[in-house]
């Protein structure tokens, strides 16, 4: 596991309570999204909810109807929110076969792995994807990538990775996904949310 992996871990295993209280109301726009995937998906669609943390998002998805899954690589960020069926999980070695998830939700989760890998994890999820599947992806938009320490506790720090929407669009069909939409929302940063369907 890469320096900024590993250490991006241990800052959320010791954040994690923090975190989990912080974040614990859902936006506008995951309200709008989980709309969105209602009206797409049947009500028993099965979903991978990836970067899960303590398990909001994954609760959300549930109350949807949806069969859902967490996953997440920091145990403390799974067991803090005390949400049953949460897996410890590398997002780029997803424990799945091929072809079994409806949907991939991954909402400020990618953001942290390297560049360079970022293909790798888009072709998972694409791999884990049936085809017509569909995938909510939420990254931070912007240059460039390093370190940043955590805004509420600055003896940890998490490295970030920004996008802009071409490269990602790029990255995203050569994984085999069709983009569908984005859109951009600005709070303490300023986010991309995609929308894509596996080809």
Request: proline share 6%; with cysteine; aromatic share 10%.
């Amino acid at each position: 596991m890469s320096d900024y992996v590993g250490t991006t871990r241990a800052t959320y295993d010791a954040i994690a309570a923090q975190y989990a209280h912080r974040w614990s109301a859902p936006s506008a726009w995951v309200n709008a999204e989980l709309n969105r995937l209602v009206a797409a998906l049947p009500s028993d669609a099965r979903v991978a909810d990836i970067g899960c943390g303590p398990g909001h998002h994954t609760l959300l998805l549930r109350n949807c109807g949806f069969r859902v899954v967490g996953f997440d690589l920091s145990r403390q960020m799974l067991t803090c929110g005390g949400v049953p069926g949460l897996v410890q999980t590398d997002m780029r070695a997803l424990p799945l076969p091929a072809q079994v998830m409806d949907a991939v939700w991954c909402v400020a989760a990618m953001l942290h792995i390297p560049r360079p890998e970022v293909p790798d994890v888009l072709a998972e999820f694409s791999r884990v994807l049936r085809p017509g599947g569909l995938l909510s992806l939420s990254v931070v938009e912007g240059d460039g990538e390093g370190w940043e320490p955590v805004s509420y506790a600055q003896t940890y720090r998490r490295w970030y990775v920004f996008h802009r929407i071409e490269p990602l669009i790029q990255q995203l069909t050569l994984a085999g996904f069709d983009v569908l939409s984005y859109s951009r929302r600005s709070t303490h940063r300023n986010w991309l949310h995609l929308s894509a369907q596996r080809g």
